[in-house]
């Protein structure tokens, strides 16, 4: 069936470089997600996104945070600059536009933050 | 039964028992649906039930929907040691909106 591909699957960075985390959404889909969730928690929303721009974003998607779909293709999570407590699992996650599917989940990248 | 500030709930349980968990809800939602998640990996969808609907049934697998109670139930007949996952409700005021989910409900089924 389809699928939300993330990659890389885990990433490891210091603190204060900038890292993308890319998510391949499914192609006719429209609504994108980002979550955060922290090993044993909750998921957490950050943001969705659809037709180019942020639709909603909660108080966990800081100033540092920026969402795009830059070529139509891969939707992507910038943090810039990363703080010890971006240490966590990122899951993208997509939908068609219709209200009978429940959105489809990638298996998450798992930041660590040095 | 998951939500809110309610701590993280966890079942344990003999493969072949039945097994039911609960959610409420708070804010409107046309639809709850149902996720698992196994370790490592991504919520996987179960089922989805839809503010019209009382009851939705997938294999072993049953939902219900309560609005008036804002409650979801998620049950599982005969389960086995693969149903072993964090069980999550997630509501969406509309579609595209964003999911909120609940506090997720452990459930590991031993041998």
């Known amino acids: 069936g389809p699928k939300v591909l993330q990659i890389p699957s885990h990433q490891i960075i210091d603190m204060g470089q900038m890292v993308t985390l890319n998510c391949d959404p499914v192609?006719?889909?429209?609504?994108f997600y980002w979550y955060k969730q922290i090993l044993g928690q909750q998921m957490e929303f950050l943001v969705n996104?659809?037709?180019?721009?942020?639709?909603?974003k909660s108080k966990l998607f800081k100033d540092q945070f920026s969402v795009e779909r830059p070529d139509g293709s891969y939707f992507t999570l910038k943090i810039q600059p990363t703080a010890l407590e971006d240490s966590a699992v990122y899951f993208c996650?997509?939908?068609?536009?219709?209200?009978?599917?429940?959105?489809?989940f990638g298996e998450g990248t798992r930041l660590s933050v040095l | 039964s998951q939500w809110g500030e309610e701590n993280l709930q966890a079942l344990s349980i003999q493969e072949g028992e039945d097994v039911t968990m609960n959610c409420s809800y708070k804010?409107?939602?046309?639809?709850v649906q149902w996720y698992r998640q196994k370790s490592g990996k991504g919520p996987a969808q179960l089922i989805l039930?839809?503010?019209?609907?009382r009851e939705k049934r997938s294999g072993r697998l049953r939902a219900t929907l309560d609005t008036s109670s804002q409650s979801s139930s998620l049950s599982i007949t005969g389960t086995l040691a693969t149903d072993t996952a964090v069980y999550f409700c997630?509501?969406?005021?509309?579609?595209?909106?964003?999911?909120?989910f609940g506090q997720g409900t452990i459930l590991k089924v031993y041998l």
């Open positions: 996650a997509s939908s068609s536009k219709y209200n009978n599917q429940a959105p489809l």
């Open positions: 192609s006719n889909h429209l609504y």
């Open positions: 996104f659809y037709n180019g721009k942020v639709m909603e």
């Open positions: 804010t409107y939602t046309t639809v």
């Open positions: 039930i839809r503010s019209n609907e």
């Open positions: 997630a509501t969406e005021a509309s579609s595209g909106q964003k999911l909120v």
